[in-house]
T-cell receptor, first 116, second 115 residues
Framework: AQKITQTQPGMFVQEKEAVTLDCTYDTSDPSYGLFWYKQPSSGEMIFLIYQGSYDQQNATEGRYSLNFQKARKSANLVISASQLGDSAMYFCAMREVSGGSYIPTFGRGTSLIVHP | NAGVMQNPRHLVRRRGQEARLRCSPMKGHSHVYWYRQLPEEGLKFMVYLQKENIIDESGMPKERFSAEFPKEGPSILRIQQVVRGDSAAYFC?????????????FGSGTRLTVV
């Protein structure tokens, strides 16, 4: 079974508008972390934002925020005021604490294209 | 403070040759993770190492693939007798310790092409 599901293979947004990238996860571990990474066309993986399962508030980092809905097991990334440089692949990942290895599992990614 | 360094950035090997991919973690980081990314797919975990120890290799193919992280020097991912299906981007990530809330730092990856 997929632990991380990103249902949107591709998304388009107009520059300066907000966009939401979906991510749902599956775990029975009460303690886990959720991450988003950006992969531009140059190929590197850039860490964007983190949300812990026990965090009471949604995480925010500049124009990035994570809409964490624990009961629905969703961790959507919201990018406000999109910029052309936001065009990239975006990956959601989860790290479970049980077992002790802390190895993140990644989704298949969503391709975001920002139009001028 | 240099990030995670991977080299080479691009590697071309003929079928049957060996590929050696290197990863130098960030200074102070003692945990290294290797991932493989096939075209149009997400990252798949391969192996997790600490200095001189393989902690989890559950994602590593049983044959032809090996990894090490010696006391001195970079971590090495070795692929023997490469085949076309090994063509992929290989990423290395590092972290200073086991912390669930730590966002790994990734290298820029090595793109392996088998011809």
């Amino acid at each position: 079974a997929q632990k991380i599901t990103q249902t949107q293979p591709g998304m388009f947004v107009q520059e300066k508008e907000a966009v939401t990238l979906d991510c749902t996860y599956d775990t029975s571990d009460p303690s886990y972390g959720l991450f988003w990474y950006k992969q531009p066309s140059s190929g590197e993986m850039i860490f964007l934002i983190y949300q812990g399962s026990y965090d009471q508030q949604n995480a925010t980092e500049g124009r990035y925020s994570l809409n964490f809905q624990k009961a629905r097991k969703s961790a959507n990334l919201v990018i406000s005021a999109s910029q052309l440089g936001d065009s990239a692949m975006y990956f959601c990942a989860m790290r479970e604490v049980s077992g002790g290895s802390y190895i993140p599992t990644f989704g298949r990614g969503t391709s975001l294209i920002v139009h001028p | 403070n240099a990030g995670v360094m991977q080299n080479p950035r691009h590697l071309v090997r003929r079928r049957g040759q060996e590929a050696r991919l290197r990863c130098s973690p960030m200074k102070g980081h003692s945990h290294v993770y290797w991932y493989r990314q096939l075209p149009e797919e997400g990252l798949k975990f391969m192996v997790y190492l600490q200095k001189e120890n393989i902690i989890d290799e559950s994602g590593m193919p049983k044959e032809r693939f090996s990894a090490e992280f010696p006391k001195e020097g970079p971590s090495i991912l070795r692929i023997q007798q490469v085949v076309r299906g090994d063509s992929a981007a290989y990423f290395c990530a590092s972290s200073p310790e086991l912390r669930a809330n730590y966002g790994y730092t990734f290298g820029s990856g090595t793109r392996l092409t088998v011809v």
